[in-house]
């Protein structure tokens, strides 16, 4: 089994995104996990600023040359920021996917969302049961 | 049978080493009902020199452009093809290999198509072209779904004056699905009028040169399509047309389709042909088709591979841009060669024989008494109303040795008496001379 | 030294547009015998002065330009070419000879039916049998690939359930299909419903019954599944649909190890595509063109795409295209008529022993391979295998060598790899179809090479990583040629 770094600090979600929050911003990225089986990261598209999204709601893709992951809004709030930084070098996602890797940041009204997201601990079972 | 290589022993060992004692026996899966026990209804095996005798027998009672004096095209055009073409794509390495999905082995085919998608970029003003479709008409209905999919509208609006064989080919594609077509109407010199297109028009779709022959104003049709933010997507069903006509990128169209046997592959009643399709590069993941990269290998030397594949039904199954898998490879090598013989002199020169051919064609006509109902400019192809129903003028014609064009009445009843009359290169002044004639009537 | 690819004698060779030079033309013109125009005082702004993208070479240039990049393929004429699935079986030449009589290949699709009596009659005879070898009732010859046909049969059973009013919004498709089927659905407006195969590899009428309900317009199905494998339970399957008022579409990739033998028709398919560059031998052509005829039971006839032909009381043929409730046009013209003239060809060739001989020996084939291979090679599924088989990688977990590393180094031994990571429900899958064209010592020398590759995987393991060795290109950068794609060559580079 290949090792993945799971922080301690943020959400999951099954399709292998992770959350970050501070204040009313939530950080949403790919894990690590999901960098490691979708393999070199060649695109992905993002939402334009300015959209509502729904939990659970596609949003976007991350694509390697012969995969390709939809994401899915892990909490309801407002686009707020884009890493646009992806469109040029969307190997920033294989680099670092928690840190300049990030996809996008949300403004949401209701934080206690998060809660329903999956523990680290719970989405190391996850990781592992589908090894 | 000279195809299969087994002999008898072979069968033996081979059947002995699957540990069967017969080949029907391979066949135990399927249940015993459902066996065939016995022979096919097809007719007994030939010999390679009956075969021929018996194909020679068929193709000799179909009239062909070989062996008379022709004027019909409406999408389908004669044109001499250098023998270079056939002599190249008959190479096995050509003709009896697959889809490139082993670029190392590959890399022949994989560099044609590149030089394809640059020259078709060249050609219709455009960034990136796919490795062909099947033909101009399903080109088109993929060009059309291509533009719901980026403009997310659901009106189409489709120029009265689009081939009707492509116009029916768009209805079957998009039956099923929730979109409206609106058809554009024709103003009196042939060409389409950019009326009826809102904030809900997905594209605007013309063809250029026009069913009927005309030259459209593209810049014009581009420049309502855009006030209203949908798109313009041009079909070409003459491609020859596209060395001497402003290219439809540079006007404004941000979709360019149409079909491409005018390179050099056969007419063959119909098939195979060679869609294409080119577009923005913005628009890059939505075009439908294989597209061929630029890439390096592992000891850095120039390569090219299938890329963007995440777009195709092998990756994304029911959310792909298109189910197509197989395309028209070989007749992209023969439009590819055709081009590369030609060059830029040779095309240039090619456009221009046929627009003159077809200028002295109507130019003779007028002069026998007849009328060419459109003022608007042609390249290759026009219509011209006759004194007589169409069919008796065609049939005359025929028994000359003249095949005289495309009866409109079936597909344009508003016109009359008209044939869409087709010139291209092959046409000499002489059997030009002999088509006014035998069209100007018994009266002339 | 490894199997038989050698060193030949090869060339690099640029693209057209960097041969080019300015003055250099490949073709004359005849002489013009009438005025000449000036396109731009005739056309003014409507023309165009430039063609950027076109090259300036002599016919020569074109020749050895294009034979150079030929020789950079493999091809069925060189080898085994075993792509599963894809039945890279040999073109026999008569059919390229007959398809290029100019009675054929110069005809136009307007001219009238009474001047083409030769093609019509051909197009008659081709549907009949493949309708015979088929068990269909009528065949549309329209469709130019397989994928187009099965969009044209999806329409069909779409329009069939509209005209009874039935709307149906669901399609059933195994989790084993090739993409093309649930995307062929798609485009038809239906959701698509995957249907998991059971643990022998093949589809179980209880899980279809489970997916099966009254909301299900059909199910689509590969028989042989793209393992090889045949669909045992698949007239029972076709009667747990039927019964909920369904219909089965029958994707016909795999119809070559059925011909002779067995007929979809009889299984309780109700329309089905014919893959004729498969089954029938018409060149695939570096890809394509192929063409998909379409068969469909009476009870769908009415809704075949037009026009169709008919042979009219005195013998002659005609166009016929009043179907009541045709689903309409799929192409510009008649198809991918050059296609139909070959596979007509192949099949007046082998006649009814020659179709079910090669059925018969493309099977023997494939069993035999993979007796050879097994051991070497993990068999994910017991079930006895028809014209291909699909093999594993996972007897190499541990050297680092992948399915990938062993088609790459089976290029090394002059062979074009098997169909790879497909089907999709398999791990590591390497699809086998060898078809009937090879002799038994070509298939021995292939399983050589695939037991030496194996062998290999063990020794020296990085050899294989690295393959191939011996190609005018290595491994090719696929991820560089996505991140920042060059589709098109420009003056000065990109």
Known sequence: ?131 | MRYLPHTDADIREMLARVGQPDLGALFESIPAQFRLTRALDVPAAASEYEILAEFEALAAQNEHAGARAWFLGAGVHHHFVPSAVDALISRAEFYTSYTPYQPEISQGTLQAIFEWQTMLCGLTGQEVSNASLYDGASATAEAVLMALRVSKRRKVAVSSALHPHYRGVLETYLAALDFELITLRRGSDGRTLPSAIDRETACVLVQQPNFLGCIEDLRALAHAAHAQGALLVTAVAEAISLALLAAPGDCGADIVCGEAQSFGVPMAFGGPHLGFLTARMAHVRQVPGRLVGETLDADGQRGYVLTLSTREQHIRRERATSNICTNQGLCLMMATIFLALHGKTGMRQLAERNLAKAEYAKARLRAAGLTLPFAAPSFNEFVVQLREPADRALARARAQGIVAGLDLAKFVPELGDALLVCVTETASRASIDRLATVLAGAGA | MTGNATRGFSYEEDLLFERSRPGRCGVELPRNDVPEVDPRALLGALSRDELPGLPELSEVEVVRHFTRLSTWNAAVDLGLYPLGSCTMKYNPKINEKVARLPGFAHAHPFSPASETQGLLALFFELERCLAEISGMDRVTLQPAAGAQGELAGIMMIRAYHAQRGDKRTKVLVPDSAHGTNPASAALNGYEIVSVASGSDGILHPKAVAEAMSDDVAGLMITNPNTLGIFETHLAEICDVVHAKGGLVYGDGANLNALVGVARPGDLGIDVMHFNLHKTFSTPHGGGGPGAGPVGVKASLAAYLPTPVVERAADGTYQWNDALPHSIGRLHGNHGNVGMLVRAHAYIRALGPDGLKRATQLAVLNANYLLARIRGAYHVPYANPVLHECVVTDRMLAGTGVSTLDVAKRLIDHGYHPPTVYFPLIVNGALMIEPTESESKEGLDRFADALLAIAEEAHTDPETVRSAPHHTRRRRLDETRAARKPVLRWQPGGA
């Open chain 1, 1 to 131: 089994m290949v090792k993945t770094e799971i922080p301690d600090d943020l959400f999951y979600t099954r399709e292998d995104e992770w959350a970050r929050l501070e204040r009313n911003r939530v950080t949403i990225g790919i894990t690590d996990y999901a960098q490691q089986q979708l393999g070199d990261i060649v695109f992905v598209e993002l939402p334009e600023v300015g959209r509502v999204l729904d939990r659970g709601e596609p949003f976007g893709v991350v694509e390697s040359v012969k995969a390709v992951a939809d994401l899915f809004a892990p909490v309801t709030g407002e686009v707020v920021e884009v890493n646009s930084a992806l469109a040029d070098t969307p190997d920033g996602v294989n680099e670092d996917c928690y840190g300049d890797g990030w996809l996008l940041v949300v403004q949401v009204n209701d934080a206690s969302e998060l809660e329903q997201m999956l523990s680290p601990a719970d989405y190391a079972q996850h990781v592992k049961d589908r090894e």
